[in-house]
C-alpha cells in the first residue's frame, strides 16, 4: 500500500525539558521492541517487566528506520488495552537528561509515538513497581496502521527497509529478545514462522484476519 499523507510527517522537533530529564531519581525505561536488543543507552540494571493497560503491536508505518513513505515497513508501538511484557532499563540519575534526549532522536523522528511515563511491575522478587519512560503509539497520527491482517503486516514487513536495515531483521531480534526472556508473542511468532518460509500460505480467512 502506498501511503502519500497530505502533510507529511514532521521531522523530529525538540521538545520542551521534562520532568523525566530534571528529576533527581533514577530513570527507568520500558522497551518492548527494538530497545529490548539494542538499548544504545547506558544503564546500571535491567529486570523483565510488565506494563497494565497497553499491549505490543506492529501498528506504525515504518517512514523512517525500517521504511520509507513510498515503501512503508511496520513497527511497533504499544496500542490500548491488555498488557505487555517487555524489559525495564535502570539509567543513573546523572546520565537522565542525555537518556532521554538520545530516546526522542530515535523514537520521535516523526512525532509517531507520545512519550509518557507508565506504572511497569519489575519480575524480581520481591516484585516492585516503579514508573517507567516509554513510547505510546499516536492514535491520530498518519502513520497508525491499527489492526491489519497477518497477510498486510507481511507483505509490508518484506518490502520495508529504512535507515535502520530492513524490517524483517527487526521483527525477527524482537522475537528472539522475547524468546530469550522465556515467553511468546502469539503473533509475532507467526509472522517470524512466515518470514522464516516455516509456514503454510495463508487460507483466504486467514488472510481476512484481523
Given amino acids: 500500500m502506498f501511503i502519500s ?5 514532521a521531522i523530529c522537533q525538540k521538545l520542551p525539558p521534562s520532568e523525566a530529564e530534571f528529576s533527581q531519581a533514577d530513570l527507568w525505561v520500558f522497551g518492548y521492541g527494538s530497545l529490548m536488543w539494542r538499548p544504545g543507552f547506558e544503564f546500571i540494571e535491567q ?3 510488565r506494563l497494565i493497560g497497553e499491549h505490543r503491536a ?8 525500517r521504511g520509507t513513505p513510498e515503501k512503508p515497513g511496520l513497527v511497533l508501538g504499544l496500542d490500548r488495552g491488555g498488557a505487555c511484557r517487555g524489559v525495564a532499563f535502570r539509567v543513573a540519575s546523572k546520565l537522565r537528561g542525555k537518556t532521554v534526549e538520545y530516546l526522542r532522536s530515535r523514537e520521535q523522528t516523526t512525532n509517531v509515538y507520545r512519550e509518557v511515563s507508565r506504572s511497569v511491575w519489575l519480575g524480581n522478587e520481591p516484585r516492585q513497581r516503579v514508573s517507567a519512560l516509554t513510547y505510546v503509539v499516536d492514535r491520530g497520527h498518519v502513520q ?5 491482517s497477518l497477510a498486510e503486516q507481511l507483505r509490508l514487513v518484506q518490502q520495508g527497509h529504512g535507515r ?12 528472539r529478545s522475547i524468546e530469550a526472556q522465556g515467553f511468546r508473542d502469539e503473533q ?3 509472522l517470524a514462522s512466515m518470514l522464516h518460509g516455516d509456514a503454510h500460505p ?3 480467512a ?3 484476519e484481523k
Fill in 5 to 9: 499523507p497530505t502533510n507529511p510527517p
Fill in 47 to 49: 529486570a523483565p517487566a
Fill in 58 to 65: 506492529l501498528c506504525v508505518y515504518s517512514f523512517d528506520h
Fill in 144 to 148: 497508525y496502521a491499527g489492526r491489519l
Fill in 164 to 175: 535502520s536495515g530492513n524490517n524483517r531483521d527487526y521483527v525477527l531480534s524482537t522475537v
Fill in 188 to 190: 509475532l511468532h507467526r
Fill in 202 to 204: 495463508l487460507r483466504p
Fill in 206 to 208: 486467514e488472510a481476512a
